[in-house]
């Protein structure tokens, strides 16, 4: 079965520092990876999607990585800002599923406090 | 740039009675799932629909649950009587390639 962890389960930074933030999933034969954003209360906004043939995706200041061989993925922000300060959930596609439809399995996520 | 709407964005009830939870995803999508995340724990599956039926449904998705497509733009969960257990955030997400976009989601809260 599935199970995604994400390490930190907090953080909290001084404005402007580079950070990394962990994934990582038991089984490496995925589909994609994805990465969201959660501000409290809120909903899932999608930042990254990786595919499991693609090593790495950059968006403006974020880049993501995929290991999927090590079963892992990093989100590095580049440069934070108190304007980034939200959690941060890694969510991945399993094998299996009819066609297409695949389901997301979730990590708990990564809650990230930048400091002015 | 098109999105997924929900509502009503916090839907409060009492236990044991019916609740319906809207969604209308983006127009040209063919994919549709609803999650739900309890307070403090991780997002988790509900089910998926594909072609007008349950392509996937996970174990929470019992008896007391179930979705709708009834007009060909919105996309329903209904709870038919809701538990203490269901106060939940849940997200409405459609997808047409391989990204999924979600909604804001709606807040239920069960007395």
């Known amino acids: 079965k599935q199970e995604v962890t994400q390490i930190p389960a907090a953080l909290s930074v001084p404005e402007g520092e580079n950070l990394v933030l962990n994934c990582s999933f038991t089984?490496?034969?995925?589909?994609?990876l994805q990465w969201f954003r959660q501000d409290p209360g809120k909903g899932l906004t999608s930042l990254l999607l990786?595919?499991?043939s693609q090593r790495e995706q950059t968006s403006g200041r974020l880049n993501a990585s995929l290991d999927k061989s090590s079963g892992r993925s990093t989100l590095y922000i580049a440069a934070s800002q108190p304007g980034d300060s939200a959690t941060y959930l890694c969510?991945?596609?399993?094998?299996?599923?009819?066609?297409?439809?695949?389901?997301?399995?979730w990590g708990l996520g990564t809650s990230l406090a930048v400091n002015p | 740039e098109p999105e997924v709407t929900q509502t009503p964005s916090h839907q409060v009830t009492q236990m044991g009675q019916e609740v319906i939870l809207r969604c209308v995803p983006i127009?040209?999508?063919?994919?549709f799932y609803w999650y739900r995340q309890i307070l403090g724990q991780k997002v988790e599956f509900l089910v998926s629909?594909?072609?007008?039926?349950?392509?996937?449904k996970s174990e929470i998705f019992d008896d007391q649950f179930s979705v709708e497509r009834p007009d060909g733009s919105n996309f329903t969960l209904k709870i038919r009587s809701t538990k203490l257990e269901d106060s939940a955030m849940y997200f409405c997400?459609?997808?047409?390639?391989?990204?999924?976009?979600f909604g804001p989601g709606t807040r239920l809260t069960v007395l």
């Open positions: 127009s040209n999508h063919l994919y």
């Open positions: 629909f594909y072609n007008n039926e349950i392509s996937e």
């Open positions: 089984d490496s034969a995925i589909y994609n």
């Open positions: 969510a991945v596609n399993p094998p299996g599923g009819a066609g297409n439809n695949r389901k997301l399995i």
């Open positions: 997400a459609s997808k047409r390639g391989n990204e999924q976009f």
């Open positions: 990786i595919q499991s």
